[in-house]
């Protein structure tokens, strides 16, 4: 039956593989979903979403597929109370169960607790007869009563209630990073390689080598798998990025943790690449750009990080920087058209989001690189992108900033 449900958590897109839904039917044989919906609602969550963000539609899955199961249950509710009503059905009952079912008339319990409503004037902790906590009262909270109101939250939520209120929606892909994520996401950067001495152990190929001489141990090593990966990490600072530092620092703790690449460098500019970047943010180190080319791998990572706002002129023009730049010969764009000349692999991470890129610089940059947001979904894509290539997205049309530099 519940095969249904697997095929409606992947039509609302969640990644639910077969041995992950596997361990859940191995889960549920083992009695962990306690027999109850909101068992069932909380372990399948807990073994099929692997991330929050998709909380969200995973509740709207269960939704779904689960939509006429309290009205069910509310039906059989209607049932056993036309049962209870059917004066021939209550022959053959004592009087003390005859009272008992008197007690269990709801109307009656409303109209009493509106009463004790309008007379108690304090709060009323035990006994039996005012609203509060403990004790035999109908009405209250933590109290013992066969008949009773229950007042304020409990933990006997249905899992249809939970997922109706969608309390992870919040949770969405286009928001921006923490350290974590972007240290996950960078993970998809990864190539690995054995390199180096013969130093680990090759149990396959132990195992297989002994086999074939007869049971006389042979015990076989390999090089150790690095990962082979450079990057080279460019990083727009000051002005109009003052207010995305935060950000930035997190890409930046992410990015250069020991072990996470082969090599990986890191340099400063402002606004737009020209004839040097800086080894240091108050611009005293620095690096000639055809130094940088000369030194770098074609095969090198190469990520950029920045708003792209600038000045028009800053962008088109030779030597159009207005400080800091002055010997600069060539127009920003050039510059930073060598980049993406020379290295096989490159990507623009823009803190700004996408909404606001039509009609500025950021149209004539992302003509020369492959751009996307510094959100979750952004960086997974650039990530993608710098591992397999494909399409790059279009943003905005650059030809019309060509244009103004022509006049």
């Given at each position: 039956m519940l095969v249904d449900f697997l095929f409606e958590l992947r039509r609302h897109k969640l990644p639910v593989s077969t041995h992950e839904w596997m361990a859940l039917m191995e889960a549920m044989a083992l009695g962990l979903h306690e027999s109850s919906l909101d068992g069932f609602y909380r372990l399948c969550r807990t073994l099929c979403v692997k991330d929050i963000a998709h909380y969200d539609a995973y509740d709207e899955a269960f939704l779904s597929y689960f939509k006429d199961v309290h009205t069910d249950a509310l039906q059989l509710t209607k049932e056993l109370q036309d049962w209870l009503?059917?004066?021939r059905a209550l022959e053959g009952l004592t009087d003390e169960q005859r009272r008992a079912l008197r007690e269990l008339d709801l109307e009656k319990l409303r109209e009493l607790f509106e009463k004790r409503l309008r007379e108690q004037k304090e709060r009323h902790d035990g006994g039996n007869r005012w609203i509060g906590t403990g004790g035999t009262s109908p009405f209250?909270?933590?109290g013992m009563n066969p008949t009773a109101m229950r007042v304020g939250g409990?933990?006997?939520?249905?899992a249809m209630a939970v997922a109706d209120q969608r309390l992870f929606k919040e949770y969405r892909r286009d928001v921006v990073l923490d350290v974590r994520q972007i240290d996950m996401a960078l993970r998809g950067l990864r190539r690995l390689g054995r390199e180096g001495a013969q130093e680990e152990l090759d149990l396959d190929d132990t195992i297989d080598k002994t086999c074939k001489n007869a049971g006389d141990l042979e015990i076989v090593f390999r090089p150790p798998r690095r990962n082979r990966v450079k990057v080279l990490l460019l990083m727009d600072v000051g002005g109009s990025m003052d207010p995305h530092s935060e950000l930035?620092?997190?890409?930046f703790t992410a990015a250069s943790r020991s072990g996470r690449f082969a090599k990986f460098r890191s340099y400063y500019?402002?606004?737009c690449v020209y004839n040097?970047?800086?080894?240091?943010?108050q611009f005293r180190k620095g690096v000639p750009v055809a130094d940088l080319l000369a030194n770098s791998d074609r095969d090198e990572k190469l990520v950029?990080?920045?708003d792209a706002l600038m000045h028009p002129a800053e962008l088109l023009d030779p030597g159009g920087s207005m400080y800091l730049y002055s010997q600069a010969r060539a127009s920003g764009v050039e510059w930073l058209r060598r980049l993406a000349a020379h290295f096989r692999s490159a990507a623009w991470l823009n803190p700004e989001p996408d909404k606001f890129w039509s009609g500025t610089t950021i149209e004539v940059i992302a003509?020369?690189?492959?751009?996307?947001p510094l959100s979750l979904d952004g960086l997974s894509h650039a990530v993608r992108y710098l591992v397999r290539g494909g399409e790059r997205p279009r943003v905005g049309d650059p030809s019309k900033w060509m244009k103004m530099v022509a006049r």
């Open positions: 009503s059917d004066p209250g909270s933590g409990g933990g006997g939520r249905s930035m620092s997190r890409l500019f402002h606004n040097s970047v800086y080894e240091d943010a950029i990080v920045g003509s020369v690189f492959a751009m996307w």
